[in-house]
C-alpha cells in the first residue's frame, strides 16, 4: 500500500472509482479492459481499498468487471470470480480487520494454480516482507466455489430464527441480542436492525408478500414489523409466557405463535386480534407450521409429540407419536401431505400428517437436532443440528446426501424459493449463507 499512502485526497477518491471509470470506458469502447483486470488482481490496488473502504465495495468493483457487456477473456474471468468469492466469504473479518487480508486470500486461494491469482499472492508475500506476519502453507480456510457463499456478523448473541422473503432477496434473522436484522441476500449487507423487544427473539416468519415480518419473543409478544422501513406496527399479546415461534398462512391473513404456555394462538394479523387458542399439547410448544391451504397447523413441543390442528374450528385432528425427546421443530411439504420433525432424540421423522403415519426416521445427527426445513420442490431436507453440521436428506428414501461443517451448534436455517440457497445460524452469533450444489 506503499504506493498510494502520500495521495492527495482527490487523487485518492480517484483510485477508489477508478474499477466504475474502467468499467465504463471498457462498455464504451472496449479498450480499458485489460487495465481493468490488472487493478482487480493487483494486490496493492485491493489492500488500499479493503483498508479505506468497507469489502463490500471491493466486491462490487469485480460485479463491474463480471458484467456481459465487458469482454473479459475467460480465464481472467474466472480468477476474478474467483477473488471476489474469496474476499466475499472473508467479509466479516476484514471489516473489523483489514489487516489480515493477505492472510486471508493466502489461506482461501493459494490452491488454484491460475496466473493471475498466483501472482497476486505472490505480490502480497512481497509487500509484507518487512513485517511479521504468518503466511499459511496450505489453504487453511475456506476456499471460493465450495458450499459456503459468505458468513455475517453483526448480531451480539445466539442467532435463533432466520427467515427468507418469498422472492429470495432478504433474509431477516432474531437474536439472543433482542434485535431482529435485515439483510441483502446478495450482498450480504445489513439493511436494517429491528429492536423493540425486551428479552431474547425466539422466532421470525415473513409474509407472502415480502413487506411484514412477524417476531417472536420470550418477553411473552410477538411483534409486527414493515420490512420496507423497519418500523414496529403492533404487538401481539396474549400469551402468559415466553413465545417460541411464529408462523404465517400464505394469503398473509392469519398468524399462529407457538408458546412455552403449552397453547398456540391464533392471530389476524391485519387487526392484531386473538382468533382462538389452540389446547393439547401438555408441554412448551417449540415450533408450528401452517400447511399452503392454510387450513391446518402442525406443532410440535417438549411433550415428545407433533399435533395437528384444524385451524377454522380450533381443533385438534391427530396426535403424532414416535419420537422419545422434545420435538423441537417442524417443516411441511409443498403440496401439503407430509410434515418433518426435528428432536432432540437426535433424528428426524418424516410424518403423512393427513393419516398420522410415520413414514421414517432419519439417523445421522450425534445431537440434538434443532432446526429442519424443507425445499420448494419438496425433493430435500436440510436439518441442523448442536453436532454443528447441517445435514441434506433425499425426502422420499430418508438417505442421507451430503453434510456440511459448521463453526458453531446450529438453531435455525431456512431456504431460498431457488432451493439451493441455505442461510444457517446458531450459538456461533454468525450467520452462513450456502448454495447446494449439484442437485
Known sequence: MDEFDNLLPEDAEYLLNLPFHLAEASKEEGEMVDELSVLLTDYEFIE???????????????????????????????????????????????SDNPILLAGQLWGRLQSFQKPEIQ???????????????????????????????????????????????????????????????????????????????????????????GKIAV??????????????????????????????????????????????????????????????????????????????NGQLAVSCACDKTLRVWDLHSGTELRTLKGHTDFVNAVAITPDGKLAVSASSDNTLKVWDINIGTELHTLIGHYYWVWTVAITLDGRFIVSGSWDQTLKVWDLESGEEITTFNCEGELNTCAISPDGVTIVAAGRSNRIHFLRLEGI
Request: include cysteine.
Open 119 to 209: 501472482a497476486m499472492l505472490t505480490q502480497a508475500q512481497q509487500q509484507l516482507q518487512e513485517y511479521i506476519w504468518l503466511r499459511p502453507l496450505k489453504s487453511n480456510l475456506t476456499p471460493p466455489e465450495g458450499a459456503l457463499l459468505s458468513t455475517l456478523t453483526g448480531h451480539k448473541d445466539w442467532v435463533k430464527a432466520v427467515a427468507i422473503t418469498p422472492d429470495g432477496k432478504i433474509a431477516v434473522s432474531g437474536s439472543h441480542d433482542c434485535t431482529l436484522k435485515v439483510w441483502d441476500l446478495y450482498s450480504g449487507i445489513e439493511i436494517l436492525t429491528l429492536r423493540g423487544h425486551r428479552a431474547w427473539i425466539q422466532g421470525v416468519a415473513i409474509t407472502s408478500d
Open 48 to 94: 488500499y481499498k479493503t483498508f479505506k473502504r468497507l469489502p463490500q465495495e471491493l466486491i462490487n468493483d469485480y460485479d463491474l468487471a463480471l458484467h456481459s457487456d465487458i469482454q473479459i477473456h475467460q480465464q481472467t474471468k474466472q480468477s476474478l470470480k474467483l477473488i471476489q468469492s474469496a474476499i466475499k466469504l472473508a467479509a466479516n473479518v476484514l
Open 215 to 292: 417476531s417472536a419473543s420470550i418477553d411473552g409478544t410477538l411483534k409486527v414489523w414493515d420490512l420496507r422501513n423497519g418500523t414496529e406496527l403492533r404487538t401481539l399479546i396474549g400469551h402468559t409466557s415466553a413465545v417460541s415461534a411464529v408462523t404465517i398462512s400464505l394469503d398473509g391473513q392469519l398468524a399462529v405463535s407457538a408458546s412455552e404456555d403449552k397453547t398456540l394462538k391464533v392471530w389476524d394479523l391485519h387487526s392484531g386480534n386473538e382468533v382462538c387458542t389452540l389446547i393439547g399439547h401438555t408441554g412448551a410448544v417449540n415450533a408450528v407450521v401452517i400447511n399452503p
